[in-house]
């Protein structure tokens, strides 16, 4: 079955940066849509960013210019490098998977999902 598992959150002061890291396993990742999407408390889950197989990318206007999304299809896994974080960009992050080579941004558009990996910025 479709298994994604996230990495690499934590605790950042303002400005500062993280590389998140999502291991896949279970399907055939280089035909798949990869994304990654955010959720605060008490808010609804956001899109953040998706790469289609052939490393096509789109990001959020809320992160253009400080986060890059990028994919390694030989390791199955999937990133997200962060720079310049700010505290609204304090949320869970989620790693995404759409079971077809093109991307959309609607969360409903996607078939699996990981647990979740929290990123806290301070300022």
């Known amino acids: 079955q479709v298994q994604l598992a996230e990495s690499g959150g934590g605790s950042v002061q303002a400005g500062g940066s993280l590389r998140l890291s999502c291991a896949a396993s279970?399907?055939?990742?280089?035909?798949?849509?990869m994304a990654w999407f955010r959720q605060a408390p008490g808010k609804e889950r956001e899109w953040v960013a998706y790469i289609n197989p052939a490393g096509f990318m789109a990001v959020a206007d809320s992160v253009k210019g400080r986060f890059t999304i990028s994919r390694d299809n030989a390791k199955n896994t999937l990133y997200l490098q962060m720079h310049s974080l700010k505290p609204e960009d304090t949320a869970m992050y989620f790693c995404?998977?759409?079971?077809?080579?093109?991307?959309?941004?609607?969360?409903?558009?996607?078939?699996?999902w990981g647990p979740g990996t929290q990123v806290t910025v301070s300022s």
């Open positions: 279970g399907f055939t990742y280089n035909e798949y849509c």
């Open positions: 995404a998977a759409r079971a077809v080579t093109y991307c959309r941004a609607g969360k409903d558009d996607y078939n699996s």
